[in-house]
């Protein structure tokens, strides 16, 4: 179990002082995996790091099992290779000149083990990762893929508290990026391994995460299990960073009660949603949260009916499983995701409508610098 309490990590330069980590918390239960998840810059690199020892914190506490690996206030700092802790960096770093196993074995030789137990130890760490074929083979004669398993195999010898993976997939091409991915989970579920995932890629981050931290400029935006944060974000911010969705603008129109819809005008009616945070105010600015294959198609409805838009189609294009479709409606692009079967010519108005507790209605904030920096 991994505890960080209130994290800072300032860096600072005769020109700069940035805030990379300002006040970070959070928690890893044994056997858990946490990703943390956000646009380039936001601090992920930096968290972890400090986690590792890599980097020295201005503030907060870092615990690692029960022990204080980390502690500003009381000015402990545990070096980097007494915390037991493995690493998984986004690149390899194998070694070149040595073959799969002795770039394994090596992770171990500080250990003082028996050479017969640094055997065993790599062989099983090979075959975690299904490399045990490999171990003869000269490091870099092996596939990227192969090169990234090495890398995870050398971090598991040691039989780390936690390992700690920083964008491991980001090198590889997107097919084999999505089987390291299962790859991974399975391997994490397996072993039972307490990890923290540092990815600024929303779709690894929703397939292989037990919980989800969203960070924005060094803080922390909000935590749920993957799919709580996809369903229902808690702010513009996550919403808009994770998958893809249409975000209506509106006014607030009438309040949740008891868990109720929140009712908002927009120029296309009156729609409701969900207030995720259950705090929204009558006339407050707001956007309506709709992923795209939240959206149904429907026949005329009755005039004035909530929830109902009307667009017509710009584009529609069939990928084999789904359809997706770009509806104008009024001043708005409306992305909907049908099923494969629906066929929509161009230029058709199209009626739909959406279940209000598919959709969450979030306060209104400026995002697009941001997100175009990610
Ligand atoms: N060694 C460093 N010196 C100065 N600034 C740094 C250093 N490392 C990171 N930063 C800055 O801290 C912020 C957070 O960086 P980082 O943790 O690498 O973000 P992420 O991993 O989310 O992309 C960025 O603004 C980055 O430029
Ligand atoms: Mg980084």
Known sequence: MIIVENL????????ERVAAVDGVGFTVEAGEMVTLLGPSGCGKTTTLRCVAGLERPNDGRIQVDGAPVVDCPAKTFVPPHLRNLGMVFQSYAIWPHMTVFDNVAYALEGKKLARAEIRRRANEALELVQLDGFADRPAPRLSGGQQQRVAIARALAGSPSALLFDEPLSNLDAKLR?????ELRRLQQQ????????THDQSEALAISDWIIVMRAGRIVERGRPTEIYRAPKS????????????IPGTVKAAAQGGGPVR????MGTMAGLDPNNDLKV??????SIRPEDLAITGAGAPGAENALTGRVRVATFQGSAVEAELAAGEETI???????????QGAEINLTFDPLSAVVLRDEALEDELDAA
């Open 8 to 15: 800072s990590k300032i860096f600072e330069s005769k020109t």
């Open 178 to 182: 999505s089987e390291m991915r299962s």
């Open 191 to 198: 072993v039972g391994l307490t990890s923290i995932y540092v």
């Open 236 to 247: 513009l911010f996550t919403a808009q960073f994770i998958g893809n969705t249409n975000l």
């Open 264 to 267: 908002v005008e927009t120029a």
């Open 283 to 288: 006339g407050e600015a707001v956007r309506l």
């Open 335 to 345: 992305q909907c995701h049908f099923g494969r079967d629906v066929e929509l010519a």
